[in-house]
């Protein structure tokens, strides 16, 4: 069966530097990885979408890589801010035809200190 | 456009009790997915609603179930609710390529 894993349950950062998250699967191939970000409390909100084709994707200070070989993606935060802190999610899309299913990771809660 | 919005907001309910809870999509999107939000298993893959039919459905028991109306507007109904069933239940509406999520309704099963 499909296995999305996010390997750092928590990531503890200091005020401008970089935070890198990573998102690994296994026994799929996804049409597209999307990355959102969920506060305490709320639901999901979308961030980036990275196609099997694309390398990089970039939004302001986030950058996404995606390396279909290693089966991978980074989520990068530049410059990251005490107002980052939030949880981000990895989600696979594992859309058959029409219908639409994204597969979450468990997550990374992102705590970024001054 | 206002955003998809999810009614109640809270609710607190009982074992064996059966509990509905409504979904609006963003304007003019068609697809209607729910997802089961718990701190041991994430994010989970209930179902998807287009155009009126369930289109995919996740792991789940047959006491959950949904249906979505006309105006695209969902419900998802859990019958006979069982303690493991307390969870943050969202639902996300489809645009192009991405899913834009509701704020939740927090269930809560005593």
């Known amino acids: 069966s499909q296995k999305i894993e996010q390997n750092s349950e928590a990531l503890n950062i200091q005020e401008g530097k970089t935070a890198t998250l990573t998102c690994n699967y296994t026994n799929y191939s996804p049409a597209y990885l999307q990355w959102y970000r969920q506060d305490p409390g709320r639901g999901p909100v979308f961030l980036l979408l990275?196609?099997?084709?694309?390398k990089e994707k970039r939004k302001e200070r986030l950058k996404v890589t995606f390396d279909t070989t290693l089966k991978q993606s980074l989520f990068h935060i530049t410059a990251s801010q005490p107002a980052d802190s939030a949880t981000y999610l990895c989600?696979?899309?594992?859309?058959?035809?029409?219908?639409?299913?994204?597969?979450f990771g468990t997550g990374t809660r992102l705590q970024v200190t001054l | 456009k206002a955003g998809v919005t999810q009614t109640p907001r809270y609710l607190i309910k009982t074992r064996g009790q059966q509990v509905t809870l409504s979904c609006s999509p963003i304007?003019?999107?068609?697809?209607v997915s729910w997802y089961q939000q718990t701190p041991g298993q994430g994010l989970q893959f209930l179902f998807e609603y287009f155009s009126e039919t369930q289109r995919n459905k996740g792991n789940f028991p047959g006491r959950f179930s949904g249906r979505q109306f006309s105006n695209s507007r969902s419900e998802m109904n859990v019958s006979t609710l069982e303690l493991g069933d307390s969870a943050l239940y969202l639902c996300?509406?489809?645009?192009?390529?991405?899913?834009?999520f509701g704020p939740g309704t927090r269930l809560t099963v005593l």
């Open positions: 304007s003019g999107h068609r697809s």
């Open positions: 989600a696979l899309d594992m859309s058959t035809g029409t219908a639409s299913k994204l597969t």
């Open positions: 996300a509406s489809k645009g192009a390529d991405t899913q834009y």
């Open positions: 990275i196609r099997e084709n694309e």
